[in-house]
C-alpha cells in the first residue's frame, strides 16, 4: 500500500535549470496538493487541484506551473529554478467527497538550487 | 499575515507526563482542524482532527481541544512516549476544497 508517492527524493540544480516533480496517489482521491515547507515557516500551498481536469493556485504559486496529468498523478514544475525556492516539496492527496478528510502525504522532494 | 500561529517553537517533557501543544488562528471561516506529526525524512502523517461543531476529540492517548471563542486549540498527549518526539504542526481548513493551512510547527521532545 505505496500512498503517496513522490519522484525525486533528492535534487541539486543550478539557477536557471527546468525541472518537474512526479507525483502519484493510488487511493482513489479525487483532490491532489503541492505544498513547500520551509524551516520556520510550516508548510505553504503552491497549487491544488480539486479535481482530475482542475487547477488552481494556492498562497506560494509564483515561478510553478502544475499539470493533473490524470486521476493518479499531479505534477509540479519549475521553469527556471532560483535558489529562493531551495525546499522540501510535499506532495498530498484527499477525497473530497467524503466530508472532514484528513490529507495523506507523502515522504517529500529535497531541492536545492545553487 | 499568519492565520495558524504555533507559539512555541519546541516543548521538552519527560516520559509519562503530559505534552500539551497549542495552536491558535485568527480565521473565523476555519471549521476544521487537524494535528499532525512529522518525523525526520518522512511526510506529516495525520493524527487526530476535530470539526468546529465539537468542542473535543478524543483518540487514544490523543486529545484535541477546541476553544472557539478564543480561536484557539490544543493537543494533549497522555502519557507521553519517546516516540512521540517530533515535529507537531496543526492545520486549518475552511470548506474550500480541503485546503490546509499550517502553523509553523512545534518539535516536542520526549526524554526517557
Known sequence: NAGVTQTPKFQVLKTGQSMTLQCAQDMNHNSMYWYRQDPGMGLRLIYYSASEGTTDKGEVPNGYNVSRLNKREFSLRLE??????TSVYFCASSDLNLSNQPQHFGDGTRLSIL | DQQVKQNSPSLSVQEGRISILNCDYTNSMFDY???YKKYPAEGPTFLISISSIKDKNEDGRFTVFLNKSAKHLSLHIVPSQPGDSAVYFCAASAT???????GQGTILTVHP
Open chain 1, 80 to 85: 527556471s529554478a532560483a535558489p529562493s525556492q
Open chain 2, 33 to 35: 482542524f487537524l494535528w
Open chain 2, 96 to 102: 474550500s476544497y480541503g485546503k490546509l493551512t499550517f
